[in-house]
């Protein structure tokens, strides 16, 4: 079981850019899948996450009106897009495959992780 996290990047303020994680091994249809971020010398933290049908998405405050996580099923993936990127979003992004089907904000409710893509914002 895989999950691989691409599409970071170094990008100014301001700028765009589209996380992907591709899950392989098995499916993840029916789990609630999550982002989670880790800024140097800080603690990983929630970012987003989305119900297994990915009619239901939560964000951190933080993110909110600028990230959107999407899934599709189909394909095994899940997306972040970040827009309007800040200095303070710069750190590693995780993607994570929870337990089960309930969306969850705590690391111990996801038991698969990707490797991590280095997002870097430059202001």
């Known amino acids: 079981v895989q999950l691989q996290a691409s599409g970071g990047g170094l990008v100014q303020a301001g700028g765009s850019l589209r996380l992907s994680c591709a899950a392989s091994g098995r499916t993840f249809l029916n789990n609630a899948m999550g982002w989670f971020r880790q800024a140097p010398g800080k603690e990983r933290d929630f970012v987003a996450n989305i119900s297994w049908r990915g009619g239901t998405t939560y964000y951190v405050d933080s993110v909110k009106g600028r990230f959107t996580i999407s899934r599709d099923n189909a394909k095994n993936m899940v997306y972040l897009q970040m827009n309007s990127l800040k200095p303070e979003d710069t750190a590693v992004y995780y993607c994570?495959?929870?337990?089960?089907?309930?969306?969850?904000?705590?690391?111990?409710?996801?038991?698969?992780w990707g490797q991590g893509t280095q997002v870097t914002v430059s202001s």
């Open positions: 994570a495959a929870a337990r089960g089907s309930v969306s969850g904000t705590y690391q111990y409710q996801y038991n698969y």
